[in-house]
């Protein structure tokens, strides 16, 4: 008993085989009816035709995950020609050729035109569906393949990048048009903005989308080591290299490579990667001819390069290189509009993963956040969500669900410790700030505010907001 087919036999369930519908070309009874019996045998479904014209006919009508088809058929065209026509119609459509005449030549063409396999007559049952099994096997990683692409194209499209404000507006606007070139690209902006996203995002939306996106963070590997992993290495090239190792240029290739931190890159390996870029070749560590490489290359930096350059820690012609367009990334509190998209957005994700439904934040809890100034930007809202997510005891979050430093070093609050101004003098500058951010949209600045509409019209007419006229100062009151 051959224990390994065994294994496969058993590894490959019932539940795998069942969708599958199998359809049998051959034009010799008997050998028509053996491979019939055998593919039943292994649970699919199966239809079958005696000549090619018949084959073709229930191919257009029916959905056929993998032909098996004799090489040389007496009516209608050979297996060949049959198996090409089927994958102008389903290019997915799995086919074997089947023969009593092999030839190298045949085997040849039967590949060229996309046969996965090609068995020679008499064949041993076994085989047969070994084969049969391994080209579904194959037609289904094939689908899965394609389906984690799309869903990582849906999940890195640009539409997945929350936010509404001008300045991500207009930070889309370039990512739009540089995905549609090949040009380097360099991505700035504070820790927490995002940029791996956009750099995923620009990956997506680029004709390189199907291979492959390589991230390598240039500040947290040594310099030796981050140099084998850029270029490779030949086995014997230092102690420890067991055998070759490609470089992630090499492991790109046709497709993308993200170097996050490059201000983090050290100098003489600045050199390197700035001749490697240029030449489109890098020498793997040991080697003596070049590995050439087609990759696009987009890199991220929280650090002024310009003034790295000026301080002698990074080299102006590589700068030039890796910034041929340049997308900024603004900090969050530089897009108030978009924090409570992003904090719902989040809270959606969240209480998805702690079986949650319909929760929402409080006023007060949306207020707190709009006045914090947000230093770690969109990671930090994000981490800030998820604890208020765990530790809200109801649906509803409210400010004491959030972190305590929203509280105690919100704008708010630093400026009632340090301005010695009233707590109405600071409502007052508090909602003129507001309108004018606004441009004076009322129904907006409500929104934003956490008050009804009616109580902004009271305390615009009370502090004189639309005339510009000093505030009178009245008692407090409740709004």
């Known amino acids: ?45 199966v239809m079958e035709a005696p000549a090619a014209e018949v084959a073709l006919h229930i191919f257009e009508k029916e959905k056929i995950d993998l032909a098996i088809l004799d090489l040389n058929l007496t009516s209608g065209g050979s297996g060949l020609d049959l198996l090409r026509k089927m994958r102008e119609l389903d290019p997915e459509v799995m086919g074997i050729i089947v023969t009593a005449y092999a030839s190298v030549e045949s085997a040849v063409e039967a590949l060229h035109q996309g046969a996965y396999d090609y068995i020679t007559k ?9 084969v049969m099994r391994n080209a579904l096997e194959g037609k289904a990683l094939f689908r899965e393949n394609r389906f984690l692409r799309q869903e990582l194209r849906e999940k890195y499209r640009f539409e997945s990048i929350i936010g509404k404000s001008d300045a991500i507006e207009a930070t889309f606007r370039v990512m739009e048009k540089v995905a549609r070139t090949d040009s380097s690209v360099l991505i700035t902006g504070e820790s927490g903005t995002g940029k791996e996203l956009v750099a995923r995002a620009i990956h997506f939306s680029s004709e390189r989308a199907n291979n492959r996106f ?11 080591l981050l140099e084998s992993e850029l270029f490779g290495y030949k086995r014997g090239a230092f102690t420890g290299a067991g055998q070759d190792k490609v470089g ?38 040991g080697a003596n001819d070049p590995v050439a490489f087609d990759v696009r290359v987009l890199c991220a930096t929280n650090k002024n390069l310009e ?11 590589l700068l030039y290189r890796i910034n041929v367009i340049n997308i900024n990334l603004p900090a969050l509190r530089e897009r108030q509009d978009d ?25 007060g809890a949306m207020r707190l956040m709009l006045n914090y100034a947000w ?22 979050i409210h400010s004491h669900d959030l972190p305590d430093k929203l509280r105690s070093t ?23 700030r507001v309108l004018d951010k606004v441009e004076n949209d009322k129904v907006k600045a409500a929104q934003v505010l956490g008050i009804h509409l009616s109580t902004l019209y009271r305390k615009v007419q009370r502090y004189h907001l639309d005339d510009g006229a000093p505030a009178q100062h009245e008692p407090a009151r409740t709004a």
């Open 307 to 317: 003034a790295e350059v000026k301080a002698g820690r990074f080299r102006e012609e």
């Open 375 to 396: 230093p770690g930007n969109v990671r930090e809202l994000e981490n800030s969500v998820e604890r208020a997510a765990i530790l809200a005891e109801t649906d509803v």
């Open 410 to 432: 919100s704008p708010v609050m630093a400026s009632i410790e340090n301005s010695g101004l009233t707590l109405e003098e600071l409502e007052r500058e508090h909602i003129k």
């Open 339 to 363: 924090i409570p998209l992003l904090a719902n957005h989040f809270l959606r994700k969240y209480e998805k993963s702690l079986s949650r439904t319909a929760m929402r934040f409080s006023k």
């Open 1 to 45: 008993m051959n224990t390994d087919a065994s294994n496969n036999d058993a590894s490959w369930t019932a539940q795998q085989r069942g969708p599958y519908r199998l359809l049998i070309v051959e034009d010799e009874p008997l050998m028509r009816s053996i491979i019939v019996q055998l593919a039943r045998s292994e649970g699919y479904e």
């Open 248 to 285: 992630l240029l090499k492991a790109a290739d046709k497709g993308t490579i993200l170097l996050d931190e490059i201000g983090e890159l050290p100098l003489a390996l600045q050199v390197k990667l700035l001749r490697a870029l240029q030449e489109r070749e890098a020498y793997p560590l």
């Open 214 to 224: 390589l991230p390598i963070n240039c500040g947290a590997l040594p310099e030796n």
């Open 122 to 130: 008499p064949f041993a049952n076994d085989h047969l569906k070994k």
